[in-house]
T-cell receptor
Framework: DVKVTQSSRYLVKRTGEKVFLECVQD?????MFWYRQDPGLGLRLIYF???????EKGDIPEGYSVSREKKERFSLILESASTNQTSMYLC?????????FGPGTRLTVL | RKEVEQDPGPFNVPEGATVAFNCTYS??????FFWYRQDCRKEPKLLMS???SGNEDGRFTAQLNRASQYISLLIRDSKLSDSATYLC???????????FGQGTRLTINP
């Protein structure tokens, strides 16, 4: 079975803090993605990566950056967390079109 | 206009009923189509791909109408365990990037 793990299920941070969300997949997938999911807005793509050290902006990259130093790991970074970044963050990996999601991180920024 | 539009529901139907959802997409270049299922407080998982000729998987039937740019999902003999949010998903040709609808929430009542 494909396994995608995320570093935390719940996280509470303060405005202005730097936040790291980690995602690890164990299936040697080339593609990895970060989404946020908000009520009424669905899943929105923040960043994605097709290969190690490669990254591309999704639909809502502002306020976020990413890092992919190893194939299995894709990190999402909030340089200076703001309250409007309170959300559910979902990581996914994919060999082609089917995406396998991690359990999500519920981030609250106070 | 959203790239992928779904009626958010909620749909409340009795066990054993047949229920159908539609989804419309705006980009005529979209090539691949999927339905994902997301249980409450869980990550999305692929339910089925949608092919031009239509396809069936047990009680579930998916259809694609390219001329009208809509996708449908039919669930027959609904079960309590079918209660979930159903996400309509499309991608452009050759792109692993997926665009998600906001989801249709379904509750099956005993």
């Amino acid at each position: 079975d494909v396994k995608v793990t995320q570093s935390s299920r719940y996280l509470v941070k303060r405005t202005g803090e730097k936040v790291f969300l980690e995602c690890v997949q164990d299936m040697d997938h080339e593609n990895m993605f970060w989404y946020r999911q908000d009520p009424g807005l669905g899943l929105r793509l923040i960043y994605f990566s097709y290969d190690v050290k490669m990254k591309e902006k999704g639909d809502i990259p502002e306020g976020y950056s990413v890092s992919r130093e190893k194939k299995e790991r894709f990190s999402l970074i909030l340089e200076s967390a703001s309250t409007n970044q309170t959300s559910m963050y979902l990581c996914a990996s994919s060999p082609a079109f089917e995406q396998f999601f991690g359990p999500g991180t519920r981030l609250t920024v106070l | 206009r959203k790239e992928v539009e779904q009626d958010p529901g909620p749909f409340n139907v009795p066990e054993g009923a047949t229920v159908a959802f539609n989804c419309t997409y705006s980009n005529s270049a979209s090539q691949s189509f999927f339905w994902y299922r997301q249980d409450c407080r869980k990550e999305p998982k692929l339910l089925m791909s949608v092919y031009s000729s239509g396809n069936e998987d047990g009680r579930f039937t998916a259809q694609l109408n390219r001329a009208s740019q809509y996708i449908s999902l039919l669930i027959r003999d609904s079960k309590l365990s079918d209660s979930a949010t159903y996400l309509c998903v499309v991608s452009l040709q050759g792109a692993q990037k997926l665009v998600f609808g906001q989801g249709t929430r379904l509750t099956i009542n005993p």
